[in-house]
């Protein structure tokens, strides 16, 4: 499909882009139907929807060019920073021919510069709610002249609890505007938002019967819950993709899981709620730069994030619901290139994916996690393929190669490099089978010597605690009077943790803890007293491998049950000697 119906210039800036053909919902918001009409597009993520509206309010505005405008004629309102700034760079270079001022106000920037900005004239203003709707009220904004309001992903922003700021930014707005709506879902508060400040809107959906995008394969892999983080691992190693975002539900979980990848050799930024601007933009600074290919977030930390080269999403939370599902998969395939998004599931919670994948018409092709054998054979696919690339040598390549061919065998320098190839990359994981006996005999496997039968305890602190075993673990010792290998399984629950003496020693144990209740200035450090086990022993493991914690702190489980934490030290918080609650020491 051709770009139709653009005013003089436009199609110039397209050409130079490398825009030939127009997208869908480009064509669809162009066509004559469409022309000065409200409109409500559903156009899933990557669609080219910024230049589709872009285009679209070019003839409220064409009369206007060249000369700075009293007011904002066309304001652009985007859930995230991120979002609203990558918005404002494509009509940036979309106006750049036809002389328009653009204008962004986002939260995280200098607001005094952004107040210059606007009495500057722009004919453009792009920004986020919270940010627009504070310049309003202090009357650095001023929408009596606008022309043209547009709301991208406006299901985003009703998800993120910004009703208010849009109601009280449109109704600033002269009731005879433009407005134009795009969402790649279509709730109920989005029906109720366009019927109020839409009038006669054209709907237009490019999205197709079905929710899942048509450039991304989505993969289900089944795992053992004790073993999501080392299925990470391999499919990372697997895929070797230039850019991979992984999905966590939480700041805490991106943490871990970004502190993990770190220590395995990944070349890995993190994105929470946590994190700075300054932060933020340093690391996807650090992905457009390559030189970070992994990146961990949470869902609201990555909305509006754009990076061509993404082609692996892990969702290695399950989404909560199909539209979570969505908006995570669509930072990949998008304008046309392909993707991958993998889904981990614990063997537990396989029926509620197969449902949530249902529902969201989405056909995924069910796997098991990549074995080591199937990473080193994709390994060296790629190393004979990447040295067989043509390439120009210089004369002191040649020049190294022959000193080199002088003093080893032609065998023995290839075979060097595959070495030393291999030594750069992070080691994959051995992952159980995927069988119920399998699954069994590794059950049977973590009971060692010595633990057949054994007594369990309990302390009075978990995960939102920061309760790590690396700590928890010379804590037992020092309180107990006992060795590290007189100690079971640590299972780290949200409040408490248990873990498991040999039966043998339980009494002289129980006794030492009671002596050690107190430190030497009299406070009252963690609570241990022996217990029946976690409450969910029984129904661990009937659904496969228990999320542990295993002596010397090797993790077991997936991000949250209780792994590694970010900073340095071993102790809560990474920080030595931290506490772990108010008037209380380990």
């Known amino acids: 499909m051709t770009f139709t119906n653009l005013p003089p210039l436009f199609g110039e800036a397209l050409a130079e882009r490398g825009y030939a053909d127009a997208t869908s919902v480009q064509a669809a918001v162009l066509a004559s139907e469409a022309i000065g009409r409200d409109l409500i597009v559903s156009a899933q993520t990557g669609s080219g929807k910024t230049v589709a509206f872009g285009l679209s309010m070019a003839n409220e505005l064409q009369d206007t060019f060249g000369i700075p405008a009293e007011g904002p004629l066309a304001l652009v309102i985007a859930p995230t920073r991120e979002l609203a700034l990558q918005v404002g760079r494509e009509l940036e270079w979309l106006y750049a021919k036809v002389g328009a001022r653009i204008a962004t106000c986002v939260g995280g920037m200098d607001p005094s510069k952004e107040r210059r900005s606007l009495r500057g004239g722009p004919h453009i203003v792009v920004g986020t709610p919270g940010r627009l709707r504070d310049h309003l009220e202090r009357g650095a904004l001023d929408l009596k002249s606008l022309r043209v309001a547009v709301l991208d992903e406006a299901d985003e922003m009703l998800d993120m609890g910004f009703r208010d700021d849009l109601e009280e930014i449109l109704d600033a707005t002269p009731t005879e505007r433009r407005t134009l709506l795009f969402s790649a879902t279509m709730p109920k508060p989005i029906v109720a938002l366009a019927k109020r400040y839409q009038r006669d809107a054209l709907r237009i959906s490019t999205a197709g019967d079905s929710r899942g995008h048509g450039d991304i394969a989505f993969q289900a892999v089944t795992v053992s819950p004790a073993e999501i983080e080392a299925a990470v691992v391999n499919l990372l190693r697997f895929h070797e993709a230039e850019t991979a975002m992984l999905f966590c539900a939480t700041r805490d979980n991106v943490r871990r899981l970004h502190s993990t990848l770190q220590e395995r050799g990944f070349a890995v930024v993190a994105l929470s709620g946590e994190h700075s601007q300054s932060e933020r933009n340093q690391a996807l600074q650090a992905l457009r730069d390559k030189r970070a290919r992994v990146c961990v977030a949470t869902d609201v930390a990555a909305r509006g994030i754009d990076l061509p080269s993404l082609s692996l999403v892990i969702h290695v939370e399950i989404p909560r619901d199909a539209e979570t599902l969505q908006h995570r998969s669509g930072r990949t395939g998008r304008a046309g290139k392909k993707g991958t998004a993998v889904i981990m599931v614990p063997y537990p919670r396989r029926k509620r994916v197969e449902a949530m994948l249902r529902g969201a018409k989405i056909d995924a092709e069910w796997m098991n996690a990549p074995t080591p054998e199937a990473i080193r054979a994709q390994d060296r696919e790629r190393l004979i393929a990447a040295m067989l690339e043509p390439v120009e040598f210089d004369d002191e390549d040649r020049a190294l190669a022959t000193l080199l061919m002088a003093q080893r065998s032609p065998e023995d320098i290839a075979a060097a490099l595959a070495r030393a190839h291999r030594a750069a990359m992070p080691q994959p994981e051995d992952l159980v089978e995927n069988t119920p006996q399998a699954r069994q005999a590794a059950q049977q496997e973590r009971h060692r ?134 008037g209380r020491k380990p």
């Not at 010792?477 to 640590?490: L, M, P, Q, S």
């Not at 043998?504 to 007293?529: L, M, N, Y």
């Not at 491998?545 to 934490?565: E, N």
């Open 449 to 582: 010597p010595g633990f057949e039968d054994t007594v369990w305890f309990s302390m009075d602190i978990g995960r939102r605690q920061n309760a790590d075993a690396r700590w928890i673990l010379p804590l037992l010792c020092r309180r107990g009077h006992i060795t590290r290998n007189e100690v079971g399984a640590i299972r780290i629950g949200g409040n408490e943790t248990h873990f498991q003496i040999p039966r043998t020693i339980a009494d002289k144990f129980a006794a030492a803890v009671v002596r050690t209740a107190q430190d030497e200035s009299g406070e009252e450090t963690v609570h241990i007293e022996a217990s029946e086990g976690p409450r969910e022993t029984a129904r661990e493991n009937r659904s496969g491998p228990p999320r542990t914690m295993a002596p010397g702190g090797r993790k077991h489980g997936p991000p949250g049950a209780g792994g590694r934490v970010a900073g340095k030290g071993g102790k809560p918080g990474g920080q030595p000697g931290g506490q772990h609650r108010k």
